[in-house]
């Protein structure tokens, strides 16, 4: 039987107005706040307006309920005239609690606003944030009802002036996909232990901002930052109650509100001016901003999870409810819940987000979590759905840069290579199989030239080009680089879970012994394969993407899904950095972005472009002769070599010239023992020069070249 709460509280003395439905959220016009709010089931909205405490400013005081009546399209509204920027509000919302129908509304639950540009603080787990009984012993424990008050534990939300920044003169660097080299960070583990970094904003959106941060970024020679979730979010409370927290950040229930956790300046709107100037400093720098999105689940869980937002104010015009019984979620994301993309105002919601972080926020991209799941129509994840038809139309988010995680866990989930045009995506198959190789496996030289080379087998056919394909070795969830050379078995006991969680199945290898160790020679093969690994990174046609410490030797300890550890497991270790390899990265990096050979935005033809030319791109064995057929099957195989021609690129500058640059000739050597190459004939050059040898720790400058003949 469904139950409807009878909230019958007296009206409030403030003076209001009808206001209007759009734009949704909490918005100041310069002479009172509008407030609008979706909810298609609703029978009542409040709107409750809190300040501070004499006693304590940090204690928040629901001093009125306003029973908003004017009601458009489902969005309820209401205007507050001479009300500013910093009042601080929330929404109760009455309904049925009807659980088998999808209903879970509960007047007694304070919700925050899906549209909240700025939240005031983090989640205090207690009881009354669950709509039912969270200690009653049943399994139908859901379908009861918690009439506790949960507004003393629950973060409020704050109105701010979106129009009171002044940018300047900035403006988005715009960097081309082929010249693009993205480094994946976390915004507080990247400067947490920085002795640079004034101690006072470590860990925040300033200390990204810092002239010693940006310096760094700048030497190294990545054009953008790939922030981890900033979107305000959650942690669990089985995770918090086990001493941890959400590191990683992918519980998002403010998708407009940067995160406070990483303001250094304060919680009451300051963090929205923080990251405003982040931004400004490093499009200065002429470095761009992308953002990690999660825009398929929320921090609300299952139907056992809180009611903070979406669940109270409309669960079922919000989530993807079971169709037999809508008591349940469907779950492809793995936390429990999926917002259901397949409702307009589901739609609405993410793409006013990805505008108002673009037009007001200035960001430049953004990557989306699980994409795969924004992509479900009813179950089968439809590339032509609406989601990307509204993203593909779009005047705003279709001219920043668009990443994909082309992944969900749901049945068929896997959908590398399978995004429209206009879509970069991180190319799982490309890091499988680079540590195939280098770890020694058999039958790799085929695979291992696809993906070298853009892999063109996943996006060619679509009219896509190389840019398509975010090549990467490590990302945040996985092993680092270093741990990718020094383990074979994660080593995540210190998660709490028995170390069951994170992949198993990792194709890294230790090289001979199981963690750090005193054995030179190991030591020395390791930071040969860390070099190996970089050196086709970022030689490989596509976008690179680094993780932050990569170049560093940072290690986690052999932890390889340290979603949970907010401590020195995850946080750079600037001390004990790694600076040999991180020279080799910088020089790397540049060798990368000064040849357009490494960075075409067209397909190799395999053949000369040109009558009387040699091909755009050649393969070899080691005795100097073209590879055959049969040379690719052979499963012992682990060694080849590649002429890349630079005068065959087929490219022009943004300039409009022909694009000329000089050849290269590659060999890779995945072999337990040295190989004895012979170089190819003059046809392709009468010398060589030595720019880059793996086995000896440096890339070679203009200062060490030296002549190679042909032997």
């Not at 139908?140 to 300047?168: H, M, Q, R």
């Not at 079922?316 to 105002?345: H, M, V, W």
Request: with cysteine; net charge negative; charged share 25%.
């Amino acid at each position: 039987m469904p139950v409807h709460f009878h909230s019958d509280w007296e009206d409030s003395m403030i003076p209001t107005a009808p206001g209007r439905p759009y734009p949704l959220g909490a918005y100041y016009d310069g002479h009172g706040i509008n407030f609008a709010l979706y909810s298609e089931f609703a029978t009542k909205v409040y709107l409750c307006l809190f300040e501070a405490s004499h006693k304590n400013k940090h204690d928040l005081i629901e001093y009125t309920r306003i029973n908003i009546k004017e009601q458009t399209h489902r969005i309820w509204h209401i205007y507050l005239p001479d009300f500013e920027p910093g009042q601080i509000y929330a929404y109760r919302v009455d309904g049925p609690f009807d659980p088998h129908n999808g209903h879970r509304f509960n007047v007694n639950k304070l919700l925050i606003d899906p549209y909240a540009r700025a939240i005031t603080s983090t989640l205090e787990w207690h009881d009354s944030l669950f709509g039912y009984d969270i200690h009653d012993p049943s399994p139908d424990k859901d379908l009861t009802i918690n009439t506790e008050d949960s507004a003393p534990y629950i973060p409020k939300c704050i109105v701010i002036d979106s129009n009171g920044f002044n940018w300047g003169s900035d403006t988005p660097p715009n960097t081309p996909l082929h010249e693009t080299v993205i480094y994946e960070l976390h915004v507080k583990g990247f400067t947490k232990l920085h002795p640079d970094i004034p101690e006072e904003i470590r860990g925040t959106y300033a200390a990204i901002a810092h002239p010693v941060t940006i310096a760094y970024f700048k030497k190294l020679g990545v054009t953008a930052v790939e922030l981890m979730p900033v979107q305000h979010f959650v942690t669990d409370r089985h995770i918090k109650f086990r001493g941890l927290t959400n590191y990683w950040g992918y519980h998002t229930i403010g998708f407009f509100a940067p995160d406070v956790r990483y303001s250094s300046t304060g919680t009451y709107g300051e963090q929205v001016l923080e990251f405003k100037r982040m931004v400004k400093k490093l499009h200065k720098a002429g470095i761009e901003v992308i953002l990690d999105v999660a825009y398929n689940h929320t921090g609300e869980g299952n139907q056992f999870g809180p009611t903070l937002s979406f669940k109270g104010i409309d669960n079922r015009s919000y989530y993807r409810l079971a169709e037999d019984d809508k008591r349940f979620y469907f779950d492809y994301t793995g936390t429990g819940n999926t917002l259901n993309c397949r409702l307009p105002n589901v739609l609405r919601l993410i793409m006013d987000s990805l505008r108002y972080w673009i037009l007001d926020m200035h960001v430049d991209g953004f990557r989306f979590d699980l994409a795969a799941t924004l992509a479900r129509e009813l179950h089968a994840v439809d590339r032509l759905s609406a989601f990307f038809d509204i993203i593909h139309q779009d005047p705003v988010i279709g001219r920043v840069k668009l990443l994909a995680e082309p992944w969900d866990l749901g049945e068929g989930g896997y959908q590398v290579g399978k995004f429209p045009p206009g879509w970069a995506e991180w190319n799982g198959k490309y890091r499988d199989c680079v540590r195939d190789y280098w770890r020694g496996q058999p039958s790799m030289l085929s695979e291992f030239a696809e993906r070298f080379t853009g892999s063109s087998d996943l996006y060619h056919e679509e009219r896509r080009g190389p840019t398509a394909s975010i090549n990467f070795l490590t990302a945040h969830d996985g092993f680092t680089l270093n741990d990718l050379v020094t383990y074979n078995d994660k080593h995540n006991e210190r998660n709490g879970e028995n170390n069951v969680d994170g992949e198993s199945y990792n194709r890294s290898w230790n090289c001979g012994v199981e963690g750090p160790t005193d054995d030179v020679h190991i030591n020395a093969f390791r930071d040969c394969q860390k070099r190996n690994f970089l050196t086709t990174l970022f030689l490989s046609q596509g976008i690179p993407m680094l993780v932050a410490g990569d170049e560093l030797s940072r290690t986690q300890q052999g932890n390889n899904n340290a979603y949970c550890q907010d401590n020195e497991i995850s946080w750079l270790d600037w001390q004990n950095a790694d600076q040999q390899l991180l020279e080799f990265t910088q020089r790397l990096i540049s060798l990368r972005r000064q040849h357009p050979v490494f960075r075409r935005c067209t397909w190799f033809c395999g053949k000369p472009v040109k009558p009387g030319t040699v091909e755009d791109i050649a393969w070899f064995k080691f005795d100097g002769q073209h590879m055959q057929v049969e040379d690719w099957q052979h499963d012992y195989a682990k060694s080849f070599g590649i002429f890349i021609n630079g005068r065959e690129i087929c490219s022009r500058s943004s300039l409009g010239r022909q694009l000329i640059d000089d050849s290269f000739y590659i060999i890779f050597n995945a072999h337990y023992g040295y190989i004895n190459y012979k170089l190819p004939t003059e046809e392709y050059a009468k010398n060589w020069i030595l720019i880059l040898d793996t086995s000896k720790d440096k890339v070679i400058t203009d200062d060490y070249r030296k002549k190679i003949s042909r032997k």
